[in-house]
């Protein structure tokens, strides 16, 4: 048996749940929710995270915001994959605002035809990623992978030949992937649920506790 710690990390918190897997399935042993207290620095928390978690882990994969992670949708005029892997550096590096050789490129195919590939790439500075890796490694949490915060919504949908959007509104942050058989679309954006609640006090004139209690509570606001 193999024991898996999928991690969420966004903001003060993580979101963590232990699997066990075999060859013929896998089962949730068990969900917690980490929270960084007041004040407490970074490696202090990412230390208390590790201590959360069982001795012996098999792997970990980790959804987190890695500094500068972007993805972008490219269309190219062929099919061939090798083409593909050979001619996206030279044309994502106009697209971005670093050199292409202190940026970390993973990419996957959205769809393919003989004559077109059309694929969905991320990007992470080199720089950012392994000031991160070496955070969690200092906490003693070593991942097998980095995945993408709004890649990892497209497991909540069954594959379908209808397209779907799953929007993830967290405190600081939202995650938009759309799917169909395979992930297509995939985007995060720094803005959540504490600059709604900000929008809905300066809107109605009313405080921030206030304006969230409505919004999680009733959805309405009265004005004082």
Do not use: Y
Not at 135 to 161: F, M, N
Not at 168 to 191: K, N, P, Q
């Amino acid at each position: 048996m193999t024991q898996l710690a999928a991690i969420d990390l966004s903001g003060n918190s993580a979101r963590v749940a232990l699997i066990d897997s075999t060859l013929r399935r896998a089962q949730i042993v068990s969900l917690e929710h980490v929270v960084a207290a007041e004040g407490e620095a970074s490696h202090d928390f990412l230390a208390r995270l590790r201590q959360a978690l069982p001795d012996r882990l098999d792997q970990v994969t980790i959804s987190g915001d890695v500094g500068g992670l972007s993805t972008r949708s490219m269309r190219f005029p062929f099919g061939d994959l090798r083409k593909v892997d050979q001619t996206l550096p030279f044309e994502i590096e106009h697209l971005i605002p670093f050199d292409v050789d202190d940026v970390v490129l993973s990419w996957h195919v959205v769809a393919r035809s003989k004559s077109e590939t059309s694929v969905l790439t991320a990007i992470a500075p080199k720089r950012a990623l392994g000031e991160f890796l070496a955070s969690l490694t200092a906490a003693g949490i070593e991942p097998r992978a980095i995945v993408h915060p709004a890649a990892t919504l497209a497991e909540l949908v069954p594959k379908s030949k209808i397209p779907c959007a799953v929007l993830s509104i967290g405190a600081c942050e939202t995650h938009l992937a759309v799917t169909t058989d395979r992930l297509c679309f995939a985007r995060s954006v720094r803005m959540g649920g504490d600059d709604i609640d900000h929008a809905l006090a300066k809107k109605f004139g009313v405080a921030t506790d206030q304006a969230k209690l409505a919004k999680e509570s009733g959805a309405q606001i009265h004005a004082g």
